[in-house]
């Protein structure tokens, strides 16, 4: 995440009356002495250069230009992440650079690589169980082998603390955030110093956010937009569910899904799973294979359990089984489909960016009671990972 900070910081603090554009090159014309780049923001801005144009490379991780190198136009390539500081015209649609400021694709690359092998390394993740402020310890409930186990999160000196963007569930929309935003139920990922006992760890950066699970029948399919509706079967209102490339979509083989059902219907008659087991997670992660995402379930829902006890395991590992379904598409839903998703708690009830979606689950729905609500007390789910940044 560190490779964005350089950038960051001199946006925040740009010589006066410049203006300025961060984001990805996409074109390079040298004959028209012109750089077309697609700032964060999604719009495309043309960057017209000159005799008096500067470029400046920076490696990723630094936070100012101290170890900035100067460079020529034809250094520069398509994939670089740029810093464009000049005037806008007026329409907003291009900028007369008086710097150009980049971070290389590869030294991106490199640094994100880094950056994956932390997380997986020296990451935690859970669901936040307690806040306190006198102390400043957030303490999240872990998981492994089926075991959930508490470690508090003691604030190291300098903490980086990032909230996952109402409406995206990826890293790179996760916005500056503190300790105070914190609240239980959240889902939270920690990267930093663990004790040697495991109980502790010192926090270096934080990313979290609150996540809300839904169930329902797909009442249509846009192809053009992956977007899908559905009638929400806990609050019986329409939703949107919008499916990106960073969806992780399974559908459940019908005699898993009817394996399940009958855990549900069971729990639901009193009769619960295997004493002595741990409750079941599900999900998985966008894209695949994200050992280093957070673990995240539905808002509210400290422990990561599922309600009623009404899905329950022995050494299954749950999510584990998901991520090793084959993917699936949007084209591959229909009208009709029953269907468990997860996604960001956004401002919109009626939208949600889907983290996960799970088809095949008419099973799971027609056993429990409440319209799923039984299923759905705490659906963990993993989310975005610090990968993400562009």
């Known amino acids: 995440?560190?490779?964005?900070?350089?950038?960051?910081?001199?946006?925040?603090?740009?010589?006066?009356?410049?203006?300025?554009?961060?984001?990805?090159?996409?074109?390079?014309?040298?004959g028209a002495k012109q750089i077309i780049v697609k700032s964060d923001a999604?719009?495309?801005?043309?960057?017209?250069?000159?005799?008096?144009?500067?470029?400046?490379?920076?490696?990723?991780?630094?936070?100012?230009?101290?170890?900035?190198?100067?460079?020529?136009?034809?250094?520069?390539?398509?994939?670089?992440?740029?810093?464009?500081?000049?005037?806008?015209s007026d329409d907003q649609k291009s900028i007369a650079a008086a710097a150009v400021i980049i971070m290389t694709k590869a030294e991106l690359a490199q640094r994100q690589e880094h950056e994956r092998e932390e997380w997986k390394t020296r990451g935690l993740a859970g669901p936040v169980t307690a806040v306190n402020p006198d102390t400043k310890e957030i303490t999240i409930a872990t998981r492994s082998h089926g075991v959930s186990t508490p470690v508090v999160v003691d604030m190291g000196d300098h903490v980086d603390f990032r909230r996952y963007s109402p409406d995206s569930v990826s890293f790179s929309d996760a916005k500056p955030s503190s300790f105070a935003e914190v609240k239980v139920g959240d889902q939270m990922r920690v990267l930093g110093e663990k004790s040697g006992d495991g109980a502790r760890v010192k926090a270096?950066?934080?990313?979290?956010?609150?996540?809300?699970?839904?169930?329902?029948?797909?009442?249509?399919?846009?192809?053009?937009?992956?977007?899908?509706?559905?009638?929400?079967?806990?609050?019986?209102?329409?939703?949107?569910?919008?499916?990106?490339?960073?969806?992780?979509?399974?559908?459940?083989?019908?005699?898993?899904?009817?394996?399940?059902?009958?855990?549900?219907?069971?729990?639901?008659?009193?009769?619960?799973?295997?004493?002595?087991?741990?409750?079941?997670?599900?999900?998985?992660?966008?894209?695949?294979a994200r050992p280093e995402a957070a673990k995240a379930g539905g808002a509210g829902s400290p422990g990561g359990q599922w309600a009623g006890g009404g899905m329950r395991r022995g050494n299954l590992d749950f999510q584990d089984m998901l991520e090793r379904l084959p993917p699936m598409k949007v084209a591959d839903l229909k009208v009709g489909d029953a269907v468990m998703c997860s996604g960001g708690d956004g401002a919109d009830p009626s939208r949600v960016t889907a983290i996960n979606l799970l088809a095949g689950v008419e099973p799971l729905l027609t056993a429990a009671p409440q319209g799923g609500q039984q299923i759905f007390g705490s659906w963990n789910f993993d989310t975005a990972g610090p990968q993400e940044q562009p």
């Open 42 to 88: 999604g719009a495309l801005v043309t960057a017209t250069l000159d005799e008096k144009t500067f470029y400046l490379r920076v490696p990723p991780g630094e936070k100012d230009l101290k170890k900035a190198a100067r460079i020529s136009l034809d250094e520069i390539a398509v994939g670089d992440r740029a810093y464009v500081r000049g005037h806008f």
């Open 1 to 30: 995440m560190s490779a964005l900070f350089l950038l960051t910081a001199a946006a925040q603090t740009p010589a006066p009356k410049l203006d300025r554009v961060i984001g990805a090159i996409t074109k390079i014309d040298p």
């Open 204 to 288: 270096e950066a934080i990313v979290f956010g609150s996540f809300r699970n839904i169930a329902g029948v797909i009442k249509s399919i846009d192809p053009a937009t992956n977007e899908i509706t559905l009638t929400d079967l806990v609050a019986h209102k329409p939703v949107t569910v919008r499916v990106t490339s960073d969806t992780l979509m399974r559908r459940l083989p019908q005699g898993l899904a009817m394996m399940l059902a009958q855990r549900v219907h069971a729990a639901g008659q009193g009769g619960g799973g295997t004493a002595g087991t741990q409750p079941a997670t599900a999900g998985g992660a966008p894209p695949a």
